[in-house]
C-alpha cells in the first residue's frame, strides 16, 4: 500500500502506538502530523521520521479543547494543503473503583477519549468536504468496549461511546465520500516487548501478544482507497482473545 503524498492527521502520536501508526504512514510516503500534549516526545518523533526520508509535522494539541482541534486541522492544511485520512487515537484510562471515582475523572476520561473523536472527525470532515476529497477516520477503540475487568467504567463507556460513534458518523459522512471505521485493540505491548513471558504469549490463540506495528497495519487496510467498500465496521484486533473461552480452575 502506498500513501505517497496523502495527508494524514493522528492525535496522541508521541509516543506508543499513535507512534508506531505515524511512522508507518511515513514510512509509506504520507505526510503525516502529529498531535499531542507532550510536545518533548512529540518533536522527537518528527525528527526520527525526517531522519528517515519523511515529511512529519508537530503540532501541540489537547484533544479535550475544540480550539486546539481546530487548530492541528488549520496547521494541517497550511503545511501540507490539505488532509486525507484521520486517525483518533488519544486516550487516557481511568481504573478506579466506583465507589471512589469522581465526577471530574469521569469527565476527562470522556473528553478525551470520546468527545476527542467526534470534534476532531467533524473539523477534519469539514476540510475534506470544503476540497471535494475522498476521506477515511479510522478511531481507536478498544476489546474493553465489549468486555471488562473490574474499575474500568470510565474507560469502558469511553471506547464504547467511540464504537458506536464511528457507524454514527459513517451514515453521516458517507454521502460526502467520508468513510469511518474503527478498531478495537486487546492487549498491546508499548514497551519492552522482550521482557513479556512465554504465558503472555502463548494465552493469546495467535500465539503472542500484539504490537503498535499490528494497529498500524490495520489502519493501513481500513484507509486504502482500495477498500472503499468498508465503512462503519469494527476490526477487533486481539490475537483471538475475546473469542477464547475461559474458565478458572
Known sequence: MSYKNKVVVITGAAQGIGQGIAQMYASRGACVTIGDVDTIKGELTVAC????????????????????????????????????????????S???????????????CLNTNARSCFLATREAAKIMKSQGRVGS????????????????????????????????????????????????PGWIQTHDYTALSARDHEQHPAGRVGTPEDVARTCLYLTDPDNSFITGTNIVLDGGMT???????
Open 137 to 184: 477516520v479510522v478511531n481507536i477503540s478498544s476489546t474493553r468496549s465489549t468486555m471488562s475487568e473490574p474499575h474500568s467504567e470510565a474507560y469502558a463507556a469511553s471506547k464504547g461511546a467511540i464504537l458506536a460513534l464511528s457507524h454514527a458518523m459513517a451514515i453521516s459522512l458517507g454521502k460526502d465520500g467520508i468513510r469511518v471505521n474503527s478498531i478495537s
Open 49 to 92: 521520521i525526517r531522519e528517515a526520508g519523511g515529511r512529519a509535522l508537530f503540532v501541540a494539541c489537547d484533544v479535550r479543547s475544540e480550539e486546539e482541534i481546530q487548530k492541528l486541522m488549520a496547521l494541517t492544511v497550511e503545511e501540507f494543503g490539505t488532509i486525507d485520512i484521520l486517525i483518533n487515537n488519544a486516550g487516557v
Open 243 to 249: 473469542r477464547k473461552m475461559i474458565y478458572e480452575e
Open 94 to 108: 481511568r481504573f478506579k473503583s466506583p465507589f471512589e471515582l469522581t465526577v471530574e475523572e469521569w469527565d476527562d
